[in-house]
């Protein structure tokens, strides 16, 4: 078993859909990360949290430390928010990343 | 504020060739990482630098994989012979510290080995 699981590994919605990417994570961590990978592009950080829930625009990010699970959503979703969502767990030293969701807004 | 940067960003090579990656992390980061993702996984840690030392090398195939930050800033990766299973994005990270603080990535080189 992976040490971070991202689910969906795919997600397709319409424009304007309500979206929600899960993470959940069975190691100690002192700060979980999520972070977009756009198509031939490199990785931009969106949030670093740990604990609580951070807004940024559309985009929100949740986390629960004692069952070991966050949540990202994006409201509104756009086309432009097609992209690859990656989930990044962070201990002492290093960073241990999901997956990643493939997500697909349709217009 | 210049982000990472890194060179080349697309490399095609045959089978046992040797090829080597240049990273410039974001000024005063004491902590650089190389990643590699292989399409559709997450990034996969292979050396973290502290400086000019190396924290983690775990997870770097030692017999064909080597890198250096000799001065502890740049960072070159390379590869030699070169397989197959080596295509994928290697991606340069930079962060203040390790720990907790934030990652900046570069926008990765893309291995192709034929």
């Known amino acids: 078993k992976n040490e971070v699981e991202q689910s969906p590994q795919n997600l397709t919605a319409q424009e304007g859909e309500f979206i929600t990417i899960n993470c959940s994570y069975s190691?100690?961590?002192?700060?979980l990360h999520w972070l977009q990978q756009h198509p031939g592009g490199g990785i931009v950080s969106l949030f670093m949290?740990?604990?609580g829930k951070k807004k940024h625009g559309r985009l929100i990010a949740t986390i629960n430390i004692q069952e070991k699970h966050s949540s990202l959503h994006i409201t509104a979703s756009h086309p432009r928010d097609s992209a690859v969502y990656i989930c990044?767990?962070?201990?002492?030293?290093?960073?241990?990343f999901g997956q990643g969701t493939r997500l697909t807004i349709n217009p | 504020e210049a982000g990472v940067a890194q060179s080349p960003r697309y490399k095609i090579i045959e089978k046992r060739q040797s090829v080597a990656f240049w990273c410039n992390p974001i000024s005063g980061h004491a902590t650089l990482y190389w990643y590699q993702q292989i399409l559709g996984q997450g990034p996969k840690l292979l050396i973290q630098?502290?400086?000019?030392?190396?924290?983690?090398d775990s997870q770097l195939p030692k017999d064909r994989f080597s890198a250096e930050r000799l001065k502890g800033v740049d960072s070159t990766l390379k590869i030699q012979p070169a397989k197959l299973e080596d295509s994928a994005v290697y991606l340069c990270?930079?962060?203040?510290?390790?720990?907790?603080?934030?990652?900046?990535f570069g926008p990765g080189t893309r291995l192709t080995v034929t």
């Open positions: 190691v100690g961590i002192s700060a």
């Open positions: 630098f502290q400086n000019n030392g190396v924290v983690d």
């Open positions: 990044a767990v962070g201990g002492a030293q290093k960073l241990v």
């Open positions: 949290l740990s604990s």
């Open positions: 990270a930079s962060s203040l510290l390790a720990g907790i603080y934030e990652q900046y």
